[in-house]
């Protein structure tokens, strides 16, 4: 006879699926999640640049630097 308390691998029922076939497979998730963030770090960068080349930002923001460090080194 069959003890399940025995087998390790007990059989399934007829049937009854095994869980591995009910359940969907989440192979690819990790991908599809670090693909979205990429792409949303890609268009927050693209936002930032286009704001700084409109508005002179980064020209403003590198004098706020340079003036930083020449104030810390007097």
Known sequence: ??????????????????????????????????????LAAAAIAGLLLAWAASTDGIGRLLDAVMQSIIDDAR
């Open 1 to 38: 006879m069959h003890d399940p308390t025995t087998d390790p691998s007990p059989r399934p029922r007829p049937g009854v699926q095994p869980s591995a076939v009910v359940r969907r497979s989440e192979r690819g998730q990790a991908t599809a999640e670090y693909a979205l963030v990429m």
